[in-house]
């Protein structure tokens, strides 16, 4: 019975209506009731190990949401279940972004945290993420125990009242001291920001117009459709942010032009400069690393996931500090930053943690990051990327999904029998921590099936544009050809 409800990479998500229905989310309200009033959970490692405080059931779940479809109705359904089965909860009175969640779990002592939301997957899916009590994702360790509490059938509920507790005011005092905001409101910034229609939307412009810093905010209406696309910052869903930027050329004199992108819950970024060119997540979390050592001094082990730029241990090795990589999904970097062992964390879909603040993506922290790199240093964003190219070398990157509900058998055949040579480009290294990695004397192609959505990933990164194209297109001649 419980086959229908896996949590993947971070979460469990489902198309709306045939995966993700009421009773499905009544029955993870009730399993996670199950699991915190269970006193065996003690046991696990976060207690045992990594030294979180253990807080019991009645300090309650806060729960959140995002604003597609429903999330609200969702939310509600998942208290009114944690209730039901004994534990306090509430909700918040509004969509908020997930670091928001995460920060109000771990401030104010509760015993957990649950997001609806189904992050940047497309419209027609939504989700649950928990957050246990040091406000990050949940270990695979936490979900495997909550999955093995599934009731067969969901619970009888009652329109039980359900308190709500509001956390944005908590959320933006934590990240008005995160974030030099003295330096910001000197500079000549004009930031463009792009919620994708999210639920981040307000919180940027809030801090901007409290410094009286001039922007735009786009995509920051309600839409559960998102427009259209997937409310993910890559490449092909930036186009009004494109448009909106090279409109400004000659309007806006004398002020650095930057585009500061979050994603459908606000713990992903990505920016685009002042000419309309996307600085991908690569780029994003190459910058922010290197301002962290070279400007704010902050020093320490990073953690990169297996699809993420090879620029990130570049830069940790240009410091003398140890890079580790771990597998994609922000659930295998929280244990380094929730026990210090780790400063930094940064995976490919845009995610990127900081010791400091959370252990947990934080997107809106994130492009005020880029910001204070930009006022530190007076240059606009497609300068420092020159700067960074100039110390790392170029890298350049792209991601193919392609859409195969038999992608885990492609995946295992890829695997077993990895090419020899790929577009011309001998292997000279095989890796297999999360998926297939085809390592080139000239950069890398990673074959890796989605735990969230029925897709094939296939990244690349090499040091010229071109050859990323002809790897990535012999790739999906490889699949195509010979795995369908």
Not at 29 to 50: C, F, N, Q
Not at 414 to 442: C, I, M, N, W, Y
């Amino acid at each position: 019975m419980n086959a229908d409800i896996k949590f993947g990479t971070d979460g469990w998500r489902g198309v709306i209506a045939r995966d993700f229905t009421f009773a499905n989310v009544a029955r993870v309200g009730a399993a996670l009731a199950v699991y915190l009033r269970d006193p065996a959970r003690k046991g696990v490692r976060i207690y045992k190990e990594w030294g979180v405080p253990f807080r019991p059931a009645e300090a309650g779940v806060l729960v959140g949401y995002d604003t597609r479809f429903l999330s609200g109705q969702f939310a509600l359904e998942l208290a009114r279940a944690l209730a039901k089965n004994g534990v306090p909860a509430w909700i918040t009175p509004e969509p908020i972004p997930t670091p928001a969640l995460s920060l109000a779990v771990r401030e104010e002592g509760l015993a957990g945290g649950v997001m609806i939301t189904a992050s940047h997957n497309p419209s027609e899916y939504n989700g649950v993420k928990f957050k246990p009590e040091y406000g990050g994702s949940a270990t695979e360790e936490v979900t495997r125990e909550i999955e093995a509490r599934l009731p067969p059938f969901p619970p009888a509920l009652d329109a039980t009242d359900i308190p709500t507790r509001a956390v944005r005011e908590l959320y933006l005092e934590r990240i008005r001291k995160a974030v030099d905001l003295p330096l910001l409101r000197r500079a000549p910034l004009f930031p463009v920001v792009d919620a994708m229609y999210g639920s981040a939307q307000g919180y940027l412009p809030t801090i901007l117009r409290e410094l009286r810093i001039p922007y735009v905010a786009i995509r920051s209406g309600r839409d559960p459709l998102f427009g259209g696309k997937k409310p993910e910052p890559i490449a092909e869903n930036m186009g009004p942010l494109r448009a909106v930027i090279r409109g400004l050329r000659g309007r806006v004199r004398g002020r650095i032009v930057v585009g500061l992108v979050t994603d459908g819950d606000g713990d992903r970024a990505a920016g685009m400069d002042e000419h309309g060119e996307f600085l991908d997540t690569h780029r994003t979390a190459a910058l922010l690393l290197w301002h962290l050592f070279q400007n704010r001094r902050v020093f320490g082990p990073v953690l990169k996931s297996f699809a993420l730029t090879d620029m990130i241990k570049k830069i940790a090795d240009e410091a003398s500090v140890a890079c580790h990589e771990i597998k994609i999904g922000f659930k295998w970097a929280v244990e380094g930053l929730v026990t210090g062992q780790a400063v930094f964390a940064g995976e490919e879909s845009g995610g990127y943690g900081y010791a400091w603040h959370l252990p947990e993506r934080d997107g809106i922290l994130s492009n005020l990051l880029l910001l204070e790199f930009i006022a530190t240093t007076g240059k606009p964003i497609s300068a420092l990327v020159a700067d960074l190219f100039a110390r790392v070398g170029p890298h350049h990157y792209s991601r193919c999904d392609l859409h195969l509900p038999n992608r885990f058998e492609i995946a295992d055949k890829l695997q077993k029998r990895p090419p020899e040579s790929l577009a011309g480009h001998a292997v000279k290294e095989v890796e297999t921590l999360d998926g297939l990695k085809l390592r080139f004397a000239r950069g890398w192609v990673l074959f890796r099936a989605s735990g969230t959505e029925p897709i094939l990933r296939l990244y690349c990164e090499m040091d010229d544009p071109q050859e990323v194209r002809k790897v990535l297109e012999a790739a999906k001649g490889l699949v195509k050809g010979g795995l369908l």
